[in-house]
């Protein structure tokens, strides 16, 4: 019978199952990013596509986790569970696109290598639940997604083994708990509202229950069977228990058995799968070989080997049958040993349920046509997904960066506190702070000008009133004219106020959001790297106040406060007003992290 078993290729079924999996994928990013446009206009779409990404892996990942107990609950799941690999591979592809995408919006064009900024830029665990970094649980979680979709492959199982194979990929777990802590201390706490929240909390109750319920289903067969005979033998079940559609799984002397019955012959042998260690109790006869129901996998009952010319070979056990019972031996014999099986004469009603496996030429109509309605939920769930977590984030506010615009400007350089162009306009100087391209301040940039009449050219950023230019470096020249002094401070007096110190640049426009937890990482390199610290506060109506943030001498402070970035503090300080640029002067001792 042998020469009738080959390997499968590509085969028609897991084309089928790819090409729906595309489609998923694609019609996901694609809503999202759609519905982000047009429901938050103020958002870069930078942060449409990482937050698209981000929930696409994560809706996948929810998808993977419960295919494996639901086709332990309902064997109508199997089909969805044979091709399962690709579907994780591709969960992986999603999530790795939503870390590039992060690590160069957020790290890149630093003072840091990106991937060293990821792990020591997004604060520490000190004090919880306002310092958690939780970008480094997110490239935790990642890397063990890596380490499983490189590993995937049959190569790899055959050459770490089954048991050491396993292992690794339930690190998945491990995984999907780093994720959860990861949104939990990232996007949830940035953004508190309760539907989000619930979103994340229904997944992981959904997964914690399918696997419990799993679990409860299989609790009968993981005991260890308990009446045994006075010669030994272990008292199984009844003989009409067993039917080719229906083998019963027992656990003898620490292992799981299979007890098949194939025609009148009854055999047991291991229950267990040498590809992934697979439940072959709840597989089924076919072609006269117990089939694995994960992914196909075949073994002659009597022998336990597979046909020829595959080489897998299972334990087998010595049976009889005595009195309409069936006994096994509990001492097993060398794998592949054949073992004559007990025979019966009385006939067993089959099961009339669809069994199928990804191999098969089609699944049997009833099955499929289950198997259409399930995808049709995963879908249903790819549109409601988007449409819930786009409509209940938060409003983001009117901003703008006029990224590869490059105006003209003309006007008197200060380089202190921070380097600033005054622009003579229509109604008074208007001043516009500067920055270099990146994560970097513009001082170096304009050493020695402060004063002095300049032309240059760059982009303009721009948020409720407040102006940025992101300078192009080798535009800036000296223009005709004499140096002008600096505007004397104007004393605003003592205040003392509550908000969050962002950096001005990302804060202002080229990011929105610029602000709060998920934001930490990158408002700490934009400020040691010289972009100016903002200090961002909001009273009781909502009423917002920008100033730059400069110690008590009047110079920067971005060294003196990277710790209290992106967290509520409290700022004692006096404010002072030049022109229209407002500065708040404080003692860094006297800026603390709220509770």
Known sequence: MGHGYVAVGWSRQKRIYDAVLTAGVLVYLGLFAGLHVAIHPNATIETAIIRALGTCAF???????????????????????????????????????????????????????????????????????????????????????????????????????????????????????LLVAHIAFGALHSD????????????????????????????????????????????????????????????????????????DAISAISAVCRHQNGPLDEGRVIDGCLTCPWHGYQYLPETGASPPPFTETLPTFDVRVQGGRIHVHPRPHVPGTRVEPARVSAAVAEDPAPFYVGWLPQAPPPLARFVRRAVLVVFAAAVAA??????WESA?????????VARAFEGILREHPFPALEVAGDHGIVSYALVAPGKFGAAPLVT???????????SLIERQGRSMVEVEPETITRGAGASAGAEAPEDRGAVTLRGEIVDAKCFLGVMNPGATTVHRACARRCISGGIPALFWARDRTGTEAYLM??????????????????????????????????????????????P
């Open 192 to 263: 508190e509202r309760a539907p989000l929240f619930g979103i994340v909390a229904a997944g992981a109750t959904w997964i914690l229950g399918v696997h419990l319920a799993a679990a409860l289903r299989g609790r009968a067969a993981d005991r260890e069977a308990g009446r045994r005979t006075p010669d030994g033998w272990v008292d199984v079940c009844a003989v009409d228990a067993v039917t080719p559609s229906r083998p019963v799984g027992v656990t003898i002397g620490g292992e799981r058995v299979a007890v098949v019955r194939n025609g």
């Open 59 to 177: 809706l996948m990942l929810h998808v993977v986790l419960s295919i494996g107990p639901l086709a332990r609950l309902d064997r109508r799941f199997l089909p969805l569970l044979y091709n399962r690999r690709h579907l994780g591979v591709t969960m992986f592809c999603v999530a790795a696109a939503h870390g590039a995408f992060s690590i160069f919006q957020f790290h890149a064009l630093s003072n840091m290598n990106p991937f060293v900024s990821v792990l020591v830029s997004d604060g520490s665990f000190r004090a919880l639940p306002g310092s958690v970094p939780f970008q480094p649980l997110g490239a935790a979680a990642l890397g063990i997604l890596l380490v499983m979709a490189a590993t995937s492959h049959d190569f790899w199982l055959a050459n770490l083994t089954a048991p050491v194979w396993k292992s690794i990929h339930m690190l998945v777990y491990l995984a999907y708990a």
């Open 549 to 594: 943030l400069t110690g008590l001498d009047g110079r920067p402070l971005n060294a003196d406060i990277l710790d209290l970035v992106a967290e509520p503090v409290e700022a004692t300080g006096r404010v002072e007003r030049i022109g229209d640029r407002w500065y708040l002067r404080a003692d860094p001792r006297q800026i603390r992290r709220l």
């Open 448 to 458: 020695g000008l402060d004063g002095a009449p300049v032309r240059l050219k760059g």
């Open 386 to 391: 988007p449409v819930a977590v786009v409509s």
């Open 396 to 404: 983001f506010p009117p901003s703008r960066f006029e990224f590869g």
